[in-house]
C-alpha cells in the first residue's frame, strides 16, 4: 500500500510493500460481436492471495496507533475465507496469535490453509449456531481473555477506509497515468467495505460516477433485505446486510447467477491466463452488464478479489451448464494488458 499510510514506528509498516498497490488490468472482450473493455485490480497478487489482506493489514495498523492492539495480542476473528487466511497471515507475520471460528462445514483445504499459517481453528456446528453461534463464541472467548483483539469486519469503519485510503486512490491514479476516469465502478458485497470505501472516494472526486453493489441472483439479500439463499459465490452475500453498507449512497444493484459468474470465470482463466475465484468471474459479468447499458467507451472498474486455487473442489472446476440469460456464453475475452500501479 502507499508508505506514507502509516510511519515506519508502525508495526505494520515493514508488510507495505506486500499488499496493495496491484496491477490495474485492462481486459477487452467481444461481446455479442463487438469489442468492449473493462478495468479491473488484480488482487491475487497480494500476500496471501486476495484482496482481504488490504484490509488486514489496515486494521492492525490503525489499531497500533490506537493503541487498541499490542504485541503478542491474540487475533480472534469469525471467518470462513480470505479474511482469515489474511488475518493469519499478516498476524502471523507480526507475531500474534491468530484463532479463528468458523463453521464445520467448510471445506478441509480451508482449514488447512488455516492452519498452515499456524492460526489455531475452532470449528463450530449448526447445533451451535452456524456463522451466527460462531460470531458469539468469538465474543465470549474474547470477553473471558483480556490480551485478545477481535477486527470485527463487518462493523468496523477500519474496513471502508482500507478501500477509501488504497484501493479508490489507485484505481484513480492508474486510470489517470492512462488519460482516464473511472465513469463507473462495480464489486460484489461481501462486507461490503470495498465497493463503500472505493465508493465513497470516487464519488467526492469524480462527478457523476457511479457506484453499484453486485449480489447473486439466487441470494437477493441486498434488495430484498430478506436472509439469502444458497448460492456459490464465496465470500459475497452471507446472511444478512452488513452494517457498513449505505445503500443510500450507491447506485443500482446488479445482479448476476452464480453459473454465469463460474462460467465467466472459467473464460478468463482458459483465454487470458488470468485464473481468478468465482466472485471475480462475478465482478466482471456484472462490469460488462453495467456497461452494456452505457455508451460502449464508458470506463467501468471493478476488482478480481483472488485466485482460483482455494476452489478446486468446487463447481468452478466441473462444466457448468450454459443457461437461457447468462451473459457469458457470449463473451469471448480477447487480451489482457496489465499496467504498473503509478
Ligand atoms: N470476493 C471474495 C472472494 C471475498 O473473499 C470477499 C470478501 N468477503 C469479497 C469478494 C467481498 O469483499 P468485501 O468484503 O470488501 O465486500
Redesign the pocket.
Known sequence: MDPKLFPPENPVFGLLAMIGRTPLLEIRFSVRGAPRRIFAKYESMNLSG???DR?ALYILGRAYEEGRIREGDEIVEV?S???GISFSAVGRALGHPVRIFMPNWLSEERVKILQGFGAEVVPVAKEDGGFLGAIRLAEEWASRNDRTFLPK?FSTDW?VEA?YRGTGPEILDGLRSLGLRPDAFV???????????VGRFLKERVEGVKIHPMEPSNSPVLSTGRKGGVHR????S?EFV?EI?KLEELDEIVSVADGDAILMAQRLSRFLGLAV????G??VCAALKVLEEQDPETIVVT?L??SNK?YLSTDLFSDEPERSGYLSPHVRPKRVRAFRCP
Open positions: 486476495s484482496i482481504k484490509m471467518t475465507g480470505n479474511t469486519q474496513n478501500h464489486a460484489g458485497v461481501g462486507t461490503g467495505g470495498t465497493v463503500m470505501g459465490i464465496q465470500g459475497i452471507d452488513p453498507v475465484g468465482i466472485s471475480s462475478a465482478n476488482v478479489p483472488d482455494k
